[in-house]
């Protein structure tokens, strides 16, 4: 084998390596992005209650949420609670030095979030999505929860009165040495939340759409924008070919 090979082969190795830790090898689920103002606005609304309470967005400043359907006033009235001009970035309410002396460090800004959990395994949003629906009691973490595309988060569930509480199965498996290893089987909802499973599952959609959007808010207004362009530049081909043909009909 060639020092080229062996190169990619190693370099394919470690990526193969970091992917499975960053979903803990669990299998990623699709998410249900949906881009339409009324799912939005939910999204906006849940990130709000329950996300700027430790996760900043500073990004994005609470004007830019006209765009998805939202007048000054509602956003004002409904979604401002830690700033006062409709114009001020849609910063975290928790201070960094208390989140680290909580939480062992300071909660990361979200402003990009859905972007930055990209790999190969899918797409930042389908991480975030699977992500808020696999938190389950562990009374061995600080928080008392734990993750299972995550093992060891910081993070508590801070869904967890939407969702309620789940608790991890275990079973006891040879590890083909001779070891018995705990191998995590599933996980079973004991306590339920306010929301039914169906419904705390259009809950997060909702919120990874918000997040996924909050990411780039300016990408339906291009992609609209594109099309737009090629509809005209369709246009212009059409009358290029027929003043050509016109031009070209006594020419033998």
């Given at each position: 084998?060639?020092?080229?090979?062996?190169?990619?082969?190693?370099?394919?190795?470690?990526?193969?390596?970091?992917?499975?830790?960053?979903?803990?090898?669990?299998?990623l689920?699709?998410?249900?992005?949906?881009?339409?103002?009324?799912?939005?606005?939910?999204?906006?609304?849940?990130?709000?209650?329950?996300?700027?309470?430790?996760?900043?967005?500073?990004?994005?400043?609470?004007?830019?949420?006209?765009?998805?359907?939202?007048?000054?006033?509602?956003?004002?009235?409904?979604?401002?609670?830690?700033?006062?001009?409709?114009?001020?970035?849609?910063?975290?309410?928790?201070?960094?030095?208390?989140?680290?002396?909580?939480?062992?460090?300071?909660?990361?800004?979200?402003?990009?979030?859905?972007?930055?959990?990209?790999?190969?395994?899918?797409?930042?949003?389908?991480?975030?999505?699977?992500?808020?629906?696999?938190?389950?009691?562990?009374?061995s973490?600080?928080?008392?929860?734990?993750?299972?595309?995550?093992?060891?988060?910081?993070?508590?569930?801070?869904?967890?009165?939407?969702?309620?509480?789940?608790?991890?199965?275990?079973?006891?498996?040879?590890?083909?040495?001779?070891?018995?290893?705990?191998?995590?089987?599933?996980?079973?909802?004991?306590?339920?939340?306010?929301?039914?499973?169906?419904?705390?599952?259009?809950?997060?959609?909702?919120?990874?759409?918000?997040?996924?959007?909050?990411?780039e808010?300016?990408?339906?207004?291009?992609?609209?924008?594109?099309?737009?362009?090629?509809?005209?530049?369709?246009?212009?081909?059409?009358?290029?070919?027929?003043?050509?043909?016109?031009?070209?009909?006594?020419?033998?």
């Open positions: 084998m060639s020092l080229f090979n062996k190169t990619l082969a190693i370099a394919a190795l470690a990526l193969t390596a970091a992917l499975a830790q960053a979903s803990g090898g669990v299998q689920d699709r998410a249900p992005l949906r881009f339409d103002n009324a799912s939005l606005q939910s999204g906006a609304k849940t990130f709000v209650n329950y996300c700027l309470n430790c996760h900043g967005a500073s990004a994005l400043r609470y004007n830019r949420l006209t765009q998805i359907g939202l007048t000054e006033q509602q956003i004002k009235d409904n979604l401002m609670f830690t700033a006062d001009k409709i114009g001020e970035q849609m910063k975290v309410a928790i201070r960094s030095d208390d989140a680290k002396r909580w939480f062992g460090a300071a909660p990361p800004d979200l402003s990009v979030i859905a972007r930055a959990r990209a790999s190969g395994d899918g797409s930042g949003a389908d991480w975030l999505y699977t992500y808020l629906r696999q938190f389950y009691r562990d009374d973490r600080p928080t008392g929860w734990n993750n299972v595309i995550f093992p060891g988060v910081g993070m508590p569930h801070a869904l967890w009165n939407l969702q309620g509480v789940q608790e991890a199965r275990f079973v006891e498996k040879d590890d083909g040495h001779g070891n018995k290893v705990k191998h995590l089987e599933g996980l079973e909802l004991v306590q339920p939340g306010l929301l039914t499973k169906e419904e705390y599952d259009e809950e997060v959609a909702n919120l990874v759409s918000f997040l996924t959007w909050m990411g808010p300016a990408q339906e207004t291009r992609r609209q924008l594109g099309w737009a362009v090629l509809a005209v530049l369709g246009v212009l081909a059409v009358l290029s070919w027929m003043l050509k043909k016109a031009f070209w009909k006594d020419v033998h």
